[in-house]
């Protein structure tokens, strides 16, 4: 049976995700996908989609939205990959008692703002040029290793080059085997 996977997009959602079908693609041989707009999980309805005003209807609410609407949906412990804001949403709901295998972030923005880690295995990347990385006394305070990709900003996970990476972290992760004990000869 297929591990499940819960996948989060960006602020874009599927709007301008095409990148998101490259990630599917990879996955879905190996896993039981579900995949969540962060928009539709955010409520949001703007007359004008423009960065800034996305941006700031997370910001004002949308994020605390959506972060209530996956904890509701979500009650089956499953693996989670999420990109921008979707990461931040997906911490946050952990942080809740959503169930949780494991968290993989790209480009989390706003989670640099967060006091509490959540309590499952948890990878961050992010580009070295990501102007939302967070700091390493952040990294130090939370106890969390974020690992930096040279010569990649925010969006890195539109990259096919990230994108063969990130999937092959994920099932490099979900297919270990436990090591058997061996036995004394």
């Given at each position: 049976m297929a591990e499940r996977l819960v996948i989060i997009s960006d602020m874009w959602g599927a709007k301008k995700g095409l990148w998101i079908t490259s990630y599917l693609g990879y996955l879905q041989q190996y896993f039981d996908i579900v995949?969540?707009?962060?928009?539709?999980l955010a409520n949001l309805d703007l007359k004008v989609n423009s960065e800034e005003n996305i941006h700031n209807a997370f910001v004002e609410?949308?994020?605390?939205?959506?972060?209530?609407?996956?904890?509701?949906?979500?009650?089956?412990?499953?693996?989670?990959?999420?990109?921008?804001?979707?990461?931040?949403?997906a911490w946050?709901?952990?942080?809740?008692?959503?169930?949780?295998k494991s968290l993989y972030t790209v480009s989390a923005t706003r989670i640099r703002m967060e006091d509490k880690k959540p309590e499952v295995p948890?990878?961050?990347?992010?580009?070295?040029?990501?102007?939302?990385?967070?700091s390493?006394?952040?990294e130090k305070k939370l106890g969390v290793e974020v690992e930096s990709v040279e010569n990649f900003g925010h969006t890195m996970y539109t990259d096919e080059k990230i994108i063969k990476k990130v999937c092959k972290d994920l099932l490099d992760q979900v297919t270990k085997l436990p090591k058997k004990n061996k036995k004394a000869v």
């Open positions: 995949f969540y707009d962060s928009q539709q609410g949308g994020i605390d939205t959506a972060v209530t609407h996956l904890a509701k949906k979500e009650k089956v412990a499953s693996h989670y990959l999420a990109f921008s804001v979707g990461g931040t949403i946050k709901a952990a942080n809740l008692g959503m169930p949780m948890t990878r961050l990347i992010f580009g070295k040029n990501d102007a939302y990385k967070p390493s006394k952040w």
